[in-house]
């Protein structure tokens, strides 16, 4: 995803897989300040807003399991809205998931 956004955006590569590789971390995990914080540690300190701009986007798009399966949820994420705005009912989603696409 960095080297297709990087010309785009006229970012430095390796600046741009940073970036990607905390935000991958932060979507799996559900950790995005504690992976904020780490990418400030091992890229810089100039990294922390961008990083954190990707840590919590990866965060508000992946699912509410994380790769940690002893971990607490002290509190669900955003519900899904649909493009139109209006709120999508949880059981909606769940059924979405369960469906088979063939």
């Known amino acids: 995803m960095g080297n297709v956004l990087a010309p785009l955006l006229h970012m430095p590569f390796a600046l741009m897989a940073a970036i990607g590789f905390v935000a991958v971390f932060a979507g ?3 950790t995005p300040i504690a992976t904020t914080l780490m ?3 091992l890229f810089g ?3 922390g807003p961008l990083a954190a701009i990707g840590c919590i986007t990866a965060y508000l798009f992946s699912g509410h399991a994380g790769i940690y399966h002893a971990q607490r949820i002290g ?6 809205r649909s493009l139109a705005g209006a709120e999508v009912p949880r059981r909606d989603v769940e059924a979405a998931k369960t469906k088979d696409p063939a």
């Open 45 to 47: 300190a100039g990294i």
């Open 39 to 41: 990418a400030m540690e």
């Open 75 to 80: 509190h669900s994420k955003p519900h899904r």
């Open 28 to 30: 799996a995990a559900n």
